[in-house]
């Protein structure tokens, strides 16, 4: 059974949907710890624009899961609780991943089964988190924007989203990229890598987590197009 990481967005039109689309942040917690072969699960809210960002969009919620296997990824997008959440979206996208490797946990979670690979060309998903300490919260504040703004037109990066628990508290970033390369070229950008060392020096998180994940397939479209899986398919494809 490989372990299977899914990362579904929900997109809401009107007020009475998105005020449902944010009452799931608590009200999905109960149903959702019911749900077969579930290892892991969180219910975010998502930052406007590509990085971190302390505006929320209100018109974005999701749920990121951690699951046995495909089938019980797959049984979720089946399930009535699912069901629920396509009633009152406009648009949902779901990615489906193996996870490669990590360091760090999420709330604790570090239970991953890594899936071996040694491809370095072929698409990466990258899920990054940090519970910030009260008293870096302005720093991190200060510096991440810099590091939104150079990632927005990166060579190599497909998507991104910036996500979350708690606003602010919570910080966790979403891309899938090309490549191994360009997602490292990214990571050791100058901005990048001084605020990295900035965060050390500071001791400025409580937890984190960076993971790489192999993506396998998406499903569904963000902003009416589904990035992900053209990206698969014209890898496939050679």
């Known amino acids: ?47 406007s624009g590509a990085g971190y960002s302390i505006i929320p969009d209100f018109s974005v919620y999701g749920i990121l899961a951690v699951w046995e296997d495909i089938n019980a990824a797959e049984a979720f997008l089946k399930s009535e609780l699912f069901a629920d959440f396509e009633q009152h979206s406009s648009e949902l ?12 946990s999420w709330s604790g979670f570090a239970n991953w089964r890594f899936v071996q690979t040694n491809n370095q060309n072929t698409a990466v998903a990258v899920l990054t988190y940090a519970t910030i300490r009260t008293g870096f919260i ?22 991104s989203k910036g996500i979350g ?21 990214f990571a050791y950008r100058k901005q990048h890598v001084e ?18 994940f192999k993506p396998v397939k998406a499903i569904g479209t963000f902003n009416g197009k589904n990035p992900v899986q053209k990206l698969l398919d014209k890898q496939n494809q050679k």
Do not use: C, H
């Open 1 to 47: 059974m490989q372990q299977t990481l899914t990362i579904t967005f929900f997109r809401y039109a009107g007020f009475a949907n998105k005020i449902w689309g944010m009452s799931q942040m608590y009200l999905v917690r109960k149903p959702m710890q019911k749900m077969a072969g579930l290892e892991f699960f969180k219910p975010i809210g998502t930052g």
């Open 93 to 104: 996208y779901t990615v489906f991943m193996q996870p490669l490797l990590a360091k760090g």
């Open 138 to 159: 302005i720093p991190f504040l200060r510096i991440t924007p810099k590091v939104s703004r150079i990632s927005e037109n990166f060579k190599g990066l497909v998507f």
């Open 165 to 185: 628990e708690m606003p602010v508290i919570e910080q966790a970033t979403f891309t899938v990229w090309e490549n191994v390369s360009d997602m490292e070229q």
């Open 195 to 212: 605020a990295m060392k900035l965060t050390q020096q500071k001791n400025g998180f409580a937890e984190q987590l960076f993971a790489r």
